[in-house]
């Protein structure tokens, strides 16, 4: 009976695992906001900018803006820029050298970048001003168009899913899964790194942030999307998960028949 | 009586009894060639059910379904088919994905028997023939596959058919003719899908089941090969009838296999094709691989060098080395290993008795080495995804696997052929003209009665 | 517990899952999970009790059979032979060398419908769209001109009056005239910044889709080809061995930019006469 034993709890232990596994696929996949750190009362605004600037950023961008051998110049970058870099947290940089800079937990509260981004727009002075941060509104009227542009414009490195993707020398498209609609729409316009600049009309930066969004919620009818890059992680699933279970099944109703039931009556 | 009535009209009784008591040996890994058939079961009932609502048209028609992101986009008539299946038919979605994961786990299966028929040596003579239909059904497999994934006209099984097309018009003189014959025109037309939906139902399938008849044919004339088991010789087989015992683990294991599939097709989400978006030539997404059993393909046009020359005017493409000549050249070894092999060993007899994998250190040395370079090759088609998982820069993991794929295969040779031959020097090879007692029983059988020293 | 009340369980379980499979159908209570999983729990509750009943209760000890021998005895071969007789036939060796000449000629005929399977490849695989004073547009087919672009800026384009067009999108890349170092053989075909080339890779066909603004390169998804858009798409890493072809741009009378030729070179993956642009097919 001991085949039969082994064979009962393989199946049990199946279909524990199929219990568990369908109560994860109901569950919704939600990701959570960025951790900001609470505020510290200034009493002036554009000193804290001032003030913020010189202790986190003027080390490798230089007190006047213009740039150091360890930062580039923010000298006419505009206010898109600032607040991307900051709002995501890839500003302050850390890191390796010369490496590029990745989404991390947010050092600053929203009235600090406020105050920053004024600062640093402020540095350039009069010379022409990079893009502001753009308001953007979201439709579902506008969802078609969106996924058109990102198909064509977006999907090439972030991938089809927003997932993310290795685009060579050393970088990385980042997953979409936790930019802002702002901060979408303030990376088209901006470039940053060794994204390119993608200035489309207003009414499509709305469309694609508004399809980014809908891709950070969006449904999987089929069950688990094993990471939503494609053929790679199926075809790993299909061996492990597909060819381990049937070897599992294989090698128990194989092996049993080498001792045979000695009682065959009961 | 019904037995009776069809014995009147075909005379098969004495035929239907030595079917029903016919011997076939048990080992686990006897196995996997039914597991690969299963799988081909399931892929037909589920396709069946699939051809019914697939429309395999590449007109363009404006997208006016449940899927939000493409509602009022041109998409082909097949492409909407497909969602309209995913989405719109009750049973669709899970039929669709258990149809896919049925497709990978059935080349997996494969792969793994052929491995277990090579190392084992059951291609030796008198099998020589059923290894060269093997090595066909496995190429025809693959066409099932690439066809089939391509069906649905999305983005990326798309980009995959421009790799195709571009492999193929790089072929020396004939290239762009055959491309052109094949697809009918210059990449992309609105024909190779129909096209594609043919070869995929009726063509290939054709050949398919045919071949897996023929296979299963020459296994029931030859009898199937066993280990080196008390009882077992050249002469003998030793195992359990047909009927019931083969039979009822069969099927059993039949609906266990289909019990795997549907599992996956319910609860793992492959393929999602409305995310890849609808195929369009001028815009590709990444990251752009094939399944799985094509992906040693899409290594080797990754990882061999841009070398593009021209020989007597004929300019030979980079992707002619790679895509033509290196697997032309590895199949060609695979096929005609049975006639190769009699040649260096020096050995020409007939065998039903398995060898250990150690037994034959030639053969185990370049099998191992052969699946090394096939499973480099298979990394390769995925070095973006394996860059992004691990966080290593594209560039580095190439070139990383150009090292390996010439690297890996020699050691393994020689660490395989090391091993194999200590493993020989170890082992007391079992005489298989031991004396084993045979007792008659009352039914008319054979069963062991114990051994002799 | 015993064989038989396992089995009975195993067959109640799939029962169940039958039954609620119905239950989901008719419902409409479906998705894929729940399908999916009560299928296999109904598949595989009768597949395991099949295999447990065939394990514990069939009494079944190996048994032994004999192999036949493989080649048939050698009088049975000779009759076969015999029964052949192909000497009847291939005496006759003339009449044999003219089935064979008929036979070999009517298979070339019967395989004439093959090649209504596909036009002649002619000039096709050596002209694209693109035309000389066609105007360069968007994907949404409004024109373009060069301040449109900001630096660091990329965009599919394609001829005016060829959208879409599968064999003519080229990738649109603004760059400071300064970082160009454009090889000699495609000196001027710049403007203000602005390169142009053709999309699609010269290693397998796969749209060049990537741009890395810092490094100013080109990549292909598909096999990694990277291509340096200052030096004339000229490979870098990868297996693309040929440049991507690029288009000279000038401007219109009203400032629209213009493709002032087709591209000099077939685009697209290389093929067996690549080289030979000017001869007729």
């Known amino acids: 009976m001991r085949t039969a034993r082994s064979l009962a709890a393989f199946l049990l232990a199946l279909t524990a695992l199929l219990a568990l596994a369908v109560g994860l696929a109901s569950a919704t996949h939600t990701s959570g906001p960025a951790a900001g750190h609470p505020a510290a009362q200034v009493s002036d605004p554009t000193a804290m900018g001032a003030e913020l600037y010189a202790q986190s950023c003027a080390s490798c961008h230089g007190t006047d803006g213009a740039g150091t051998e360890y930062g580039p110049s923010l000298l006419g970058v505009g206010a898109a820029s600032v607040d991307f870099q900051l709002s995501t947290g890839r500003m302050p940089f850390a890191g390796q050298p010369a490496s590029q800079a990745k989404r991390k937990p947010v050092a600053f509260s929203a009235d600090q970048i406020e105050s920053l981004v004024a600062h640093v727009v402020s540095l350039a002075g009069e010379a022409p001003a990079g893009p502001a941060i753009p308001t953007v509104t979201t439709s579902d009227a506008l969802l078609a168009r969106g996924h058109e542009i990102f198909a064509g414009s977006c999907a090439p490195c972030h991938g089809a899913t927003g997932n993310g993707g290795a685009v060579g020398g050393g970088a990385l498209a980042p997953p979409l899964d936790q930019a802002t609609t702002v901060q979408t729409v303030e990376a088209m316009l901006v470039g940053p790194g060794q994204m390119p600049v993608f200035a489309l009309g207003e009414e499509d930066q709305n469309a694609v942030a508004t399809y980014v969004d809908w891709l950070q919620d969006a449904p999987t009818p089929g069950g688990f999307s094993i990471g939503g890059i494609g053929p790679v992680p199926e075809g790993f699933v299909a061996w492990v998960v597909g060819m381990g279970l049937l070897l599992v099944v294989v090698v128990l109703a194989g092996r049993s028949w080498q001792r045979p039931d000695p009682d065959p009556d009961r | 009586m019904i037995l009776r009535w069809v014995d009147e009209r075909l005379g098969m009784a004495s ?106 040596g059951a291609f030796r003579r008198p099998r020589e023939i059923n290894w060269l239909v093997g090595i066909g059904l496995l190429l025809l497999a693959l066409a099932m596959g690439i066809t089939g994934y391509s069906l649905p006209d999305d983005l990326l099984s798309g980009t995959g058919l421009r790799v195709i097309y571009s492999v193929v018009i790089g072929i020396p003189l004939v290239g762009p003719y055959l491309g052109f014959l094949l697809f009918g025109g210059e990449f992309p037309t609105e024909t190779i899908i129909s096209r594609l939906f043919v070869f995929h139902i009726m063509l290939l399938p054709a050949l398919l089941i045919g071949g897996v008849l023929v296979h299963l044919a020459i296994l029931w004339r030859q009898k199937h090969t066993q280990f080196r088991v008390p009882g077992a010789t050249e002469r003998t087989v030793v195992g359990r009838p047909f009927w019931p015992s083969q039979v009822f683990k069969s099927t059993g294991l039949m609906l266990l296999t289909a019990a795997v599939l549907a599992l996956m097709g319910g609860l793992l989400q492959i393929n999602p094709v409305w995310t890849y978006g609808p195929f369009d030539a001028t815009t590709v997404s990444a990251p752009a691989q094939p399944d799985w059993y094509v992906g040693w393909l899409d290594g080797a046009l990754r990882l061999f060098p841009p070398i593009e020359f021209t020989l007597l005017g004929i300019t030979i493409p980079s ?4 895509g033509v000549v290196i697997p032309g050249i590895a ?11 009699p040649r260096l060993a020096g050995d020409r007899e007939e065998h039903h008795v398995l060898d250990r994998p150690y037994d034959n250190a030639l053969r185990a040395s370049v099998g191992v080495a052969g699946l090394l370079a096939f499973v480099v ?45 200590e493993l020989q020097r170890r082992t007391d090879a079992p005489d298989p003209r031991r004396p084993v007692v045979l007792r008659r029983t009352a039914s008319g059988g054979f069963e062991e009665g114990g051994h002799e020293r | 517990m015993s064989a038989e009340r396992l089995i009975s369980a195993l067959l109640a379980a799939s029962m169940a899952a039958s039954l609620a499979l119905v239950g989901v159908y008719v419902l409409d209570l479906g998705g894929a999970p729940l399908e999916g999983s009560l299928l296999a729990v109904a598949l ?238």
Not at chain 2, 384 to 398: K, R, S, Y
Not at chain 3, 243 to 266: C, M, N, S, T
């Open chain 2, 331 to 341: 199949f060609a070894i695979m096929t005609l290993w049975p006639f190769i092999e």
């Open chain 2, 319 to 322: 992707v002619f080395i790679p």
């Open chain 3, 44 to 281: 595989g509750g009768v597949g395991a009790a099949i295999v447990v009943w065939a394990v514990t209760l069939m009494h079944a000890p190996p048994e032994v059979e004999e192999r036949h021998e493989m080649p048939s005895p050698p009088d049975a071969r000779g009759a076969a032979a015999e029964a052949l007789d192909l000497e009847a036939v291939t005496r006759r060796r003339f009449l044999v060398r003219m089935l064979a000449g008929a036979g070999g000629l009517l298979a070339a005929a019967l395989a004439l419908p093959a090649f209504s399977l596909g036009p002649q490849p002619g000039r096709e695989l050596f002209e694209t769209g693109w035309r000389a004073g066609s105007r360069v547009v968007g994907g949404d087919g409004e024109p373009i001109r060069p301040d449109d672009l900001l630096e660091g800026a990329v965009r599919t384009v394609f001829p005016e009056g060829a959208v879409g067009r599968p064999d003519s999108p080229a990738m649109l890349i603004r760059l400071r005239p300064s970082d160009l170092h454009l090889p000699e053989d495609r000196q001027g075909r710049a403007y203000e910044g602005c390169v142009a080339y053709s999309k699609i890779c010269t290693h397998a066909g796969c749209p060049v889709g990537l741009y890395r603004a810092e490094d100013r390169a080109l990549i292909c998804p598909c096999h990694q080809s990277t291509f340096d858009v200052t030096r004339g798409a000229v490979p870098v890493f990868g297996p693309a061995a040929r440049r991507l072809p690029q288009l000279g741009l000038a401007i219109d009378a009203d400032g629209y930019l213009v493709a002032d030729a087709d591209f000099d070179e077939p685009v697209g993956p290389s093929f067996w006469n690549l080289t030979h642009q000017g001869e007729p097919e």
């Open chain 2, 377 to 421: 090759l298979t990394i390769a088609g995925g070095n973006d995804v394996v860059a992004l998982i691990f966080n290593v820069p594209v560039e580095a993991m190439t070139n990383i696997l150009r090292v390996a794929f010439v690297a890996v295969p020699i050691v393994g040779f020689w660490v395989t052929w090391r091993i194999c031959r």
């Open chain 2, 15 to 120: 035929w239907a009894r030595s079917g029903l008591r016919k011997i076939f040996p048990d080992h686990w890994s006897f196995l996997l060639g039914e597991v690969a058939l299963f799988c081909l079961v399931v892929l037909v009932l589920t396709g069946v059910f699939l051809t019914l609502f697939y429309v395999p048209d590449a007109a363009l028609v404006e997208y006016d379904g449940p899927y939000a992101p493409l509602v009022g986009q041109e998409v082909s008539r097949a492409y909407a088919s497909v969602l309209e299946l995913s989405f719109e038919v009750k049973a669709g979605l899970v039929m669709r994905q258990v149809h896919h994961w049925a497709a990978l786990v059935f080349v997996a299966a494969i792969v793994l028997h052929v491995m277990r028929v090579f190392f084992t």
